[in-house]
């Protein structure tokens, strides 16, 4: 049976390839030997948990299954739009992390195209593995692979100085608006 993922995971594989912040003493969730996996979000991770993964983030609401196969259709029909990546246990057949980039196109620099990183949520009894800098980074990675001239977030004061570390700056006078700009290559 063929999995129905909210995106193709061979632009996934791409931003893996492209992602050169991966080092060796980090947990992998690349290889097929490893017990958790990452991968774009698909239509059967209702069961998997991803709704009250998103719980522990903010208010989701009594979300039915329903409810989520509607959006996830709506979304996946916005092709080049959504980009939600998760990290999959796969012993436990649950999610575990997740994270999302929503491409925004523009008419300026070029007609280009602008991310937004946003509901990086790892469960609370997987933190400390760096699962979020994990998804991060490889959201980092499919916003470079998907040539957007930047992306950007916003956090709570807490999370400045960890997005920081991963190459965000804060914008001047906002302090919660931060972001990564890209440099064109000229051609």
């Not at 509901?119 to 916003?143: E, H, P, T, Y």
């Amino acid at each position: 049976m063929a999995v129905d993922y909210l995106f193709d995971p061979r632009t996934l594989a791409a931003a893996t390839a492209a992602d050169d912040t991966t080092r060796a003493d980090q947990l992998s969730v690349d290889d097929s030997s490893c017990k958790y996996r990452l991968r774009p979000l698909c239509l059967t991770d209702f069961e998997r948990g991803y709704v009250d993964l998103l719980s522990q983030l903010t208010v989701t609401g009594n979300v039915t299954q329903q409810m989520y196969l509607n959006t996830f259709e709506v979304m996946k029909n916005n092709s080049g739009t959504y980009y939600i990546i998760v990290v999959e246990d796969i012993e436990e057949n649950c999610i575990v992390a997740s994270g999302s980039l929503t491409i925004e196109k523009k008419f300026i620099h070029l007609c280009g195209q602008r991310g937004r990183i946003e509901d990086i949520v790892v469960n609370s009894n997987c933190r400390g593995k760096r699962f979020g800098k994990i998804v991060v980074q490889r959201l980092i990675a499919l916003s470079r692979v998907l040539n957007c001239y930047k992306i950007s977030l916003e956090c709570k004061d807490s999370n400045v100085n960890w997005y920081n570390s991963m190459g965000f700056v804060k914008e001047p006078g906002n302090s919660n608006y931060m972001q990564i700009k890209f440099e064109k290559p000229s051609h």
